[in-house]
T-cell receptor, first 111, second 110 residues
């Protein structure tokens, strides 16, 4: 059964720490995305990747980094440079021209 | 910069009412417009619209796109409490990037 998995579901971070959020898909989708959602707001694009070993910055890439070494995996690192990282992070994937399908999300809280 | 605006921000109705949610957009190289429903977690896909004037329908939900006036509406008839959610509109450009609106929060009271 194909799908997108994200882990962990909840993550707590101390200020100054880097953390990495996992996103894996077995849908054979080429494109993968990371979005951030703040309470009561829509989704904002952090990074996206159309193909392995290539990725592009979205609207709010500062303080984040990604890699795309495998088609199935698109991990997001929230660095200490991200000043307000507490949010709900959603990963998505799509085939070209298709509607993106979302993972279950990771809720990150900075203590 | 691509822009998507949804209205109203929030809406409270009673079961059985009909609601219309609005989405207007400005996008370079429009490819498609998508509607999602978000309850507690990840958004779930409702519709993808690419052509003007053609209604997409799924049960009590329907949506239509006007590419001349740059907007879309999502209609829900005979609302039920299970329709309570945030409804998100997004536009996809030629670079396959999605830009989301801020969402409309719908609450359906019994």
């Amino acid at each position: 059964d194909g799908g997108i998995t994200q882990s962990p579901k909840y993550l707590f971070r101390k200020e100054g720490q880097n953390v990495t959020l996992s996103c894996e898909q077995n849908l054979n989708h080429d494109a993968m995305y990371w979005y951030r959602q703040d309470p009561g707001q829509g989704l904002r694009l952090i990074y996206y990747s159309q193909i392995v070993n290539d990725f592009q910055k979205g609207d709010i890439a500062e303080g984040y980094s990604v890699s795309r070494e495998k088609k199935e995996s698109f991990p997001l690192t929230v660095t200490s440079a991200q000043k307000n990282p507490t949010a709900f992070y959603l990963c998505a994937s799509s085939i070209d021209l298709g509607s993106p399908r979302f993972g279950p999300g990771t809720r990150l809280t900075v203590l | 910069e691509d822009k998507v605006v949804q209205s109203p921000l929030s809406l409270v109705v009673h079961e059985g009412d009909t609601v219309t949610l609005n989405c207007s957009y400005e996008v370079t190289n429009f490819r498609s417009l998508l509607w999602y429903k978000q309850e507690k977690k990840a958004p779930t896909f409702l519709f993808m619209l690419t052509s003007s004037g053609i209604e997409k329908k799924s049960g009590r939900l329907s949506s239509i796109l006007d590419k001349k006036e740059l907007f879309s509406i999502l209609n829900i008839t005979a609302t039920q409490t299970g329709d309570s959610a945030v409804y998100l509109c997004a536009v996809n450009n030629a670079g396959n990037m999605l830009t989301f609106g801020g969402g409309t929060r719908l609450m359906v009271k019994p």
